[in-house]
């Protein structure tokens, strides 16, 4: 199985916490990514952009007028029987040392709270991700949190 196809099957089991792919949107937006991860075993993938990609998604444009730099998570996913073995962890905090290796100033991603996610919401906050913003999407009947980690060097607490 190649990573187009681990992707595909992977987003197929998340598809209702994500937008649908078919092979040819899957290799175009690996194409543009930033970083396209799938896991050894293939039981997890991570797919993220920067500001030099070139993205149709409302949630992506909804970053790029607001960030000059920045990475964006379109989408994380773990295979059901793969959930609790921190690969989404370990995927975004290899993407996180990534990102701060090249100068990026902040992470970004979305998550779905209505219908709500309270596990990625969880997930994220422990990650030190923090809600900048809310939209509706139309298209999708959905409303997101949009959330943001900075990677900006943080002063010691004193």
């Given at each position: 199985m190649n990573d187009v196809d681990a992707i595909l099957t992977l987003n197929r089991e998340s598809e209702a916490l994500l937008s649908p792919l078919d092979p040819d949107s899957t290799q175009a937006l690996i194409d543009t990514a930033y970083c396209a991860w799938v896991t050894p075993e293939r039981d997890a993938m991570l797919i993220a952009l920067n500001e030099k990609s070139t993205?149709?998604?409302?949630?992506?444009?909804?970053?790029?007028?607001?960030?000059?730099?920045?990475?964006?998570?379109?989408?994380?996913?773990?295979a059901e029987s793969a959930r609790g073995r921190g690969l989404a962890r370990a995927l975004y905090e290899r993407l996180i040392g990534q990102a701060r290796a090249d100068g990026y100033p902040v992470v970004c991603a979305e998550i779905y709270y209505d219908p709500p996610n309270p596990a990625s919401d969880a997930f994220h906050e422990s990650m030190g991700f923090v809600e900048i913003g809310r939209a509706y999407l139309d298209d999708r009947g959905k409303s997101v949190r949009y959330i943001v980690r900075s990677l900006e060097a943080q002063p010691p607490e004193s």
């Open positions: 993205y149709a998604s409302p949630n992506f444009k909804w970053f790029s007028q607001r960030y000059e730099r920045f990475i964006y998570v379109d989408r994380v996913v773990v």
